[in-house]
T-cell receptor, first 113, second 110 residues
Framework: DAGVIQSPRHEVTEMGQEVTLRCKPISGHDYLFWYRQTMMRGLELLIYFNNNVPIDDSGMPEDRFSAKMPNASFSTLKIQPSEPRDSAVYFC???????????FGPGTRLTVL | KNEVEQSPQNLTAQEGEFITINCSYSVGISALHWLQQHPGGGIVSLFMLSSGKKKHGRLIATINIQEKHSSLHITASHPRDSAVYICAVRSSWSQGNLIFGKGTKLSVKP
């Protein structure tokens, strides 16, 4: 298996633009997690899905953030409109089972100017 | 106060040295994870433990539930061990989501 795949790896955009981050989990995994990593706050859970259904989105910072999982092999995290404080590395991870080892994607480094 | 505290924040060692990274937490947990983040940014899970000790190669992880403390040890350190090591706990009350420490940046010099 290729592991968790994320795209793009780097994204530079201007404030106010829409940003879409993409994730393909490991085949067969039933949980998908979106995390954000910043120097100040470290890794933080944004949202997670179980069998394509959003379970806990309490970490989503505000209404500008939305996430979807239309099928078992694809998820998106969208920021609209983007702001400079959204600059961070966004990781997607997947696991089989809620509490088992999570496998992380390579991350998307987002810079909002 | 952060729920998960790691020490030290930064650590520089010479090749071959024995290294210890500490993690203390303030919440009840069902499990503790140690993760490694490579200089390129990728994150790999090293250990998941809820009691006692686990060993994988030159890496050893221990946990003391009563003291709410875990340590990650690296024996015979090597420059390729240079990375950020992150402690994460699975809280037993917050729907079991992972809570992460800020990480310990390790640099091993040849």
């Amino acid at each position: 298996d290729a592991g968790v795949i994320q795209s793009p790896r780097h994204e530079v955009t201007e404030m106010g633009q829409e940003v879409t981050l993409r994730c393909k989990p490991i085949s067969g995994h039933d949980y998908l997690f979106w995390y954000r990593q910043t120097m100040m706050r470290g890794l933080e859970l944004l949202i997670y899905f179980n069998n394509n259904v959003p379970i806990d989105d309490s970490g989503m910072p505000e209404d500008r953030f939305s996430a979807k999982m239309p099928n078992a092999s694809f998820s998106t995290l969208k920021i609209q409109p983007s702001e400079p404080r959204d600059s961070a590395v966004y990781f997607c991870a997947s696991s089989w089972g809620r509490t088992n080892e999570q496998f992380f994607g390579p991350g998307t480094r987002l810079t909002v100017l | 106060k952060n729920e998960v505290e790691q020490s030290p924040q930064n650590l520089t060692a010479q090749e071959g040295e024995f290294i210890t990274i500490n993690c203390s937490y303030s919440v009840g947990i069902s499990a503790l994870h140690w993760l490694q983040q490579h200089p390129g940014g990728g994150i790999v899970s090293l250990f998941m433990l809820s009691s006692g000790k686990k060993k994988h190669g030159r890496l050893i992880a221990t946990i003391n539930i009563q003291e709410k403390h875990s340590s990650l040890h690296i024996t015979a350190s090597h420059p390729r061990d240079s990375a950020v090591y992150i402690c994460a706990v699975r809280s037993s009350w917050s729907q079991g989501n992972l809570i992460f420490g800020k990480g310990t940046k390790l640099s091993v010099k040849p």
